[in-house]
């Protein structure tokens, strides 16, 4: 069933709803090493131009693990996720806790 969903999530309401094109969730040909070359990227054009630079990296170790199911199923009903497949997701969530 999570399959589903997952498949129903990508297909259906991110078609409809995109995430921003900065966010690298849920995107086909995204990932960490390719997020870290564009950092580079932008990080090797202000020190050509001689300007200062600042970055900061936040690593959320289990970011998926700790979400709430709160504020996951708030982003859910934000893209228009139908109301009973959140409710699913949330007693889904729930249940799993419980082992």
């Not at 996951?72 to 009973?84: G, I, P, Q, S």
Request: aromatic letters at 10%; charged letters at 20%; proline letters at 2%.
């Amino acid at each position: 069933m999570d399959r589903l969903v997952d498949r129903f999530l990508r297909n259906e309401i991110l078609a409809i709803m995109p995430l921003d094109p900065n966010e690298n969730a849920y995107q086909a040909g995204k990932s960490v090493e390719k997020s870290l070359h564009q950092l580079m990227v932008q990080v090797e054009m202000v020190l050509d131009l001689q300007e200062t630079a600042l970055d900061v990296f936040l690593v959320i170790e289990g970011a998926f693990n700790n979400i709430s199911h709160d504020s996951m199923c708030a982003a859910l009903f934000k893209h228009e996720v139908d109301y009973t497949l959140v409710q699913w997701i949330r007693a889904t969530w729930r249940a799993a806790w419980l082992w």
